[in-house]
């Protein structure tokens, strides 16, 4: 069964430097969102990805956040400059339609 | 702004046992709902959506049900299973996004 994964399953950085987290989302799917736990919090929306431009994303997602689906297959969520609460749990899910939001197991990321 | 509610935060029941859980949302109009399942430190199993013109779903021995208007979703597991145990997670779609409730942590005593 296809399945969305996520690289890498942990990152740990210095506040301040920039990172990359990538997905790769289920082939036939259209629409790509990022979300984020904080360690004992809730589930929070970032952003939603549909047709290469954003179509959906909330207060977190300020200027240090950016989105990209650089070849077709891959979709990724840079943060320019990290800061100690942004660590978290980062979740990319897709769907194939207005429908189901299918999750990838997380990249840990952890602000030093 | 939407708010999701999940009651009760923790729940341990003993194996063979039907339990329900619950769910509460604040604004109407949504799209569907999805219930998750949640391992610790993994990531987020879906288990039933429910679209908003839908009263209820099921999956083997999950049921979910959905009343818009009152804003409330419950989960229905059958015949409780150890292997059950796992935090369920409540999620909204509206504006293409999910909103999340907070989970119910459940354990199933063997």
């Known amino acids: 069964e296809p399945e969305v994964t996520q690289t890498p399953s942990h990152q740990v950085t210095q506040m301040g430097q920039e990172v990359i987290l990538r997905c790769v989302p289920i082939?036939?799917?259209?629409?790509f969102y990022w979300y984020r736990q904080i360690l004992g919090q809730k589930v929070e929306f970032l952003v939603s990805?549909?047709?290469?431009?954003?179509?959906?994303k909330s207060e977190i997602f300020d200027d240090q956040f950016s989105v990209e689906r650089p070849d077709g297959s891959n979709f990724t969520l840079k943060i320019r400059s990290t800061k100690l609460e942004d660590s978290a749990m980062y979740f990319c899910a897709s769907s194939p339609q207005a429908d189901t939001q299918y999750f990838g197991p997380g990249t840990r990321l952890t602000v030093l | 702004k939407q708010e999701v509610t999940q009651i009760p935060a923790a729940l341990s029941v003993p194996e063979g046992e039907n339990l329900v859980l619950n769910c509460s949302f604040t604004d109407s109009a949504i799209y569907n709902l999805q219930w998750f399942r949640q391992d610790p430190g993994k990531g987020l199993t879906s288990l039933l959506l429910i679209q908003s013109s839908q009263r209820e779903q099921t999956s083997g021995r999950l049921n979910a049900s959905l009343d818009k208007s009152s804003g409330r979703s419950t989960l229905y597991i059958a015949a409780s299973q150890p292997g059950d145990s796992a935090t369920y997670l409540c999620?909204?779609?509206?504006?293409?996004?999910?909103?999340f409730g907070s989970g119910t942590q459940l354990t199933v005593l063997p």
């Open positions: 082939s036939n799917h259209l629409y």
């Open positions: 990805f549909y047709n290469n431009e954003i179509s959906e």
């Open positions: 999620a909204v779609e509206s504006a293409r996004q999910l909103t």
